[in-house]
Nanobody, 121 residues
Framework: QVQLVESGGGLVQPGGSLRLSCAAS????????MGWYRQAPGKQRELVAT???????NYVDSVKGRFTISRDNARNTVNLQMNSLKPEDTAVYYC???????????????WGQGTQVTVSS
């Protein structure tokens, strides 16, 4: 079994910062990608940032220059440093990983339980 456990959400004022962390644990053979998605009320879940094991980063345009994703491949962790937060960043943020559990397995998507980020004065 694989678990993705997030931490670091909360309430912050506009212009403030938060850091999200996620640790993957369990039966993991190899990780391809780790990252973050978010879902605001009434909207579809969207990619926020991902980082491949090889170091390739992707960001949604709305967070470029404000958010930074980092990974520790050895520890199977991923962090999201969020600066200059805006009210429109308010959402539930989900940790994501594309990984396989054994040499005979396919790469599959796994999700954390989500952590709430609220940006409000």
């Amino acid at each position: 079994q694989v678990q993705l456990v997030e931490s670091g959400g909360g309430l912050v004022q506009p212009g403030g910062s938060l850091r999200l962390s996620c640790a993957a644990s369990g039966s993991i053979f190899s990780i391809n990608v780790m990252g973050w998605y978010r879902q605001a009320p009434g909207k579809q879940r969207e990619l926020v940032a991902t980082r491949s094991t090889g170091g390739i980063r992707n960001y949604v345009d709305s967070v470029k220059g404000r958010f930074t994703i980092s990974r520790d491949n050895a520890r199977n962790t991923v962090n999201l440093q969020m600066n200059s937060l805006k009210p429109e960043d308010t959402a539930v943020y989900y940790c994501y990983s594309n990984l396989r559990r054994s040499t005979g397995d396919y790469y599959r998507d796994y999700w954390g339980q989500g952590t709430q980020v609220t940006v409000s004065s």
